[in-house]
């Protein structure tokens, strides 16, 4: 029984047996699907009849365009051809439409004049940037030298500032106050200075946070809060700015003429003014650290910084809002912006904890005899011999009974 058993399953499972089985079970299937009898000839083909879902495959197949007309290419004007003729012998191959969009020609877009239709621009190598067109020039200016040495740029003079007010402390008056007070500063002046100080604020804020945000806000307060907040402060920098302009030019017209150069004003720069030091250096109403801030960062960077803001705000008449020049615009006013705030963070210090009587004489326009002759001492002797007065505004009932000098 044993040797029977063994030699049947080696029938079966020889492979002429096999073969046979297999055979007839297609045979037998190809007869179990077949109709019981063909249709006639106008008799309409049967429906056909989907594959069970189990075995369909979904989702979208891939297919290689030059294997549906692998010959396509052969044809001597197949490099000339367009975009439609092309997909005609190649359904899917845009080749002919990239190849003119690299090219930059025109065709139709949004774009306005002069380059409407110019979905791409043309090379160009901004300092910074590797030869390639110009919207990813701008990229890796913005990218790669803007945003990293900009941000750096301002933590170092935020940093430097701190270092200097632990190891300086505020710079105190080393006499007692006399009481007799000298006008620093008069109303348009201080007018002036607040509106200017105020708008430069709000627009260093908003563009902090709009250039450097998504590296410390983002991560904390989340992409909606921080989409809504970096949009409102766009439009806050969009409007703000003109304002910033106009009292800008106001500030230097009325700052201009005691920020002159003067001979006293080397001393001071070859003394670091006294910062240093046990003494101050002499100086007139503004020493040289204050004028260098005035022409470097208010009348240079202030004048790039406002040109440029305003030819992005698009105010400007006559003149052509391409890409290219919007591009250059923001590399010089994101370059200038970035300058300007790092500049004017050591003077909010000094005008602040800095130095004692600082923000009071802005806040008030007057400071004290002492504080003239220890911080400002030219000015306070020419203000002593009488060449300059020492109440500049017409006297009001509140002047009136402010101690003042003789």
Same mark, same amino acid.
């Given at each position: 029984m044993q040797r029977f058993l063994t030699a049947g399953l080696r029938r079966l499972a020889s492979p002429a047996f096999l073969a046979a089985a297999l055979f007839a079970m297609g045979a037998g299937v190809a007869h179990a699907q077949a109709p019981a009898s063909a249709p006639a000839q106008d008799d309409p083909a049967p429906p056909a009849v989907s594959a069970p879902a189990a075995t369909q495959q979904g989702g979208i197949r891939s297919a290689n365009i030059f294997e549906i007309a692998p010959d396509a290419s052969t044809d001597p004007k197949y490099s000339e051809q367009t975009n439609a003729e092309r997909g005609r012998v190649q359904p899917g191959n845009n080749a002919p439409m990239w190849r003119d969009v690299a090219k930059g020609v025109t065709g139709y877009s949004s774009l306005p004049d002069p380059e409407a239709g110019n979905m791409i621009q043309g090379f160009v190598q901004y300092p910074g940037s590797t030869v390639t067109n110009a919207g990813e020039a701008w990229r890796q200016v913005r990218n790669n030298w803007i945003i990293p040495y900009g941000g750096s740029l301002l933590l170092i003079a935020v940093l430097a500032v701190a270092l200097f007010y632990m190891a300086k *402390?505020?710079?105190? +008056?080393?006499?007692?106050?006399?009481?007799?007070?000298?006008?620093?500063?008069?109303? %348009?002046?201080r007018a002036a200075h607040w509106v200017n100080a105020i708008a430069f604020v709000t627009l260093?804020?908003?563009?902090? %946070?709009?250039?450097? &945000?998504?590296?410390? /806000? /983002?991560?904390?307060?989340?992409?909606? +809060?921080?989409?809504? +907040?970096?949009?409102? /402060?766009?439009?806050?920098?969009?409007? %703000? *700015?003109p304002a910033f302009v106009v009292s800008l030019v106001i500030v230097f017209l009325v700052f201009v003429r005691d920020n002159l150069p003067s001979k006293e004003d080397i001393t001071w720069l070859l003394k670091g003014g006294g910062l240093f030091g046990g003494q101050e250096v002499p100086s007139h109403r503004f020493n040289a650290g204050e004028k260098v801030l005035f022409w470097v960062g208010v009348f240079l960077l202030g004048a790039i910084v406002a040109g440029s803001g305003v030819f992005l705000d698009k105010i400007v008449p006559a003149v052509e809002y391409t890409r290219a020049n919007m591009q250059v615009a923001h590399m010089l006013?994101?370059?200038? &912006? %970035? +300058?300007?705030?790092?500049?004017?963070? &050591?003077h909010i210090y000094m005008g602040t904890l800095g130095m004692r009587g600082a923000y009071g004489a802005m806040k008030t326009g007057y400071v004290d005899e002492t504080w003239a002759k220890e911080h400002h001492e030219l000015w306070y002797d020419d203000i002593k011999a009488g060449k300059i007065p020492a109440q500049r505004t017409a006297a009001t009932p509140a002047a009136a009974d402010t101690p003042r000098t003789a």
């Open positions: *402390g505020t710079i105190e +008056l080393h006499g007692s106050e006399t009481g007799r007070k000298i006008e620093r500063f008069t109303y %348009v002046e260093a804020i908003s563009g902090i %946070v709009m250039a450097f &945000g998504k590296f410390f /806000l /983002l991560p904390v307060i989340g992409s909606t +809060l921080f989409g809504w +907040l970096a949009y409102a /402060l766009k439009n806050v920098h969009n409007f %703000v *700015g006013h994101a370059s200038a &912006g %970035v +300058l300007m705030m790092a500049m004017f963070i &050591g």
